[in-house]
C-alpha cells in the first residue's frame, strides 16, 4: 500500500468541542470536509472509524474514533476520541488538524505542529477491480 505524509495532501483545521451532559470531547469540522456516514481515520498510527454527522445547529461533526465501521455506526464499545485529546494534550476550543488522504472515505488527524505518514487504503471498489483483472488475466 501507497503511503503519504501529511504535508502532501489537503488539511483543514477543525476544533474540539465538548458534547453532552458529560462533555465528551467532538470535532467540529467546515462544512464539506467529509461526507455524512462512517469514514476511516487515521490518529497516532492508529487506525479508526468514525461518525460523521450533522448537529442540531447544522456543524459537521466528528463523534468519535471506534475501532471498527459497525461500533462507529452502533456508537458501541470503546471511543477513543477522548483518550487521543488527552494524550495530545487538547482541550475543548483547540484547533485540531484534518488530513484529507482520500477524499470522502480516509482521514488524519493531528495535533498542530505535528507531523504524520498515513498508508493510503483501497477503496472497495479498487480491490473488487483488482479482483475481477485478476480472473480476466
Do not use: C, F
Not at 110 to 127: I, K, L, M, N
Amino acid at each position: 500500500m501507497p503511503s503519504v505524509t501529511s504535508d502532501g495532501v489537503d488539511t483543514v483545521r477543525a476544533e474540539i468541542v465538548e458534547s453532552g451532559a458529560l462533555d465528551r470531547p467532538k470535532v467540529r469540522l467546515p462544512d464539506g470536509t467529509a461526507p455524512e456516514g462512517v469514514v476511516r481515520v487515521d490518529a497516532a498510527g492508529s487506525t479508526y472509524h468514525a461518525p460523521v454527522v450533522v448537529a442540531l445547529d447544522g456543524d459537521l461533526e466528528l463523534r468519535g474514533l471506534y475501532d471498527n465501521a459497525r461500533m462507529a455506526r452502533e456508537r458501541d464499545g470503546d471511543n477513543r476520541l477522548a483518550a487521543w485529546v488527552d494524550e495530545n494534550g487538547l482541550a475543548p476550543g483547540r484547533t485540531v488538524l484534518v488530513d484529507v488522504i482520500v477524499d470522502g472515505q480516509q482521514y488524519g488527524l493531528r495535533a498542530p505542529g505535528e507531523e504524520a505518514v498515513y498508508r493510503v487504503v483501497d477503496s472497495p471498489d479498487d480491490d473488487l477491480a483488482s479482483i475481477a483483472e485478476d480472473l480476466d488475466g
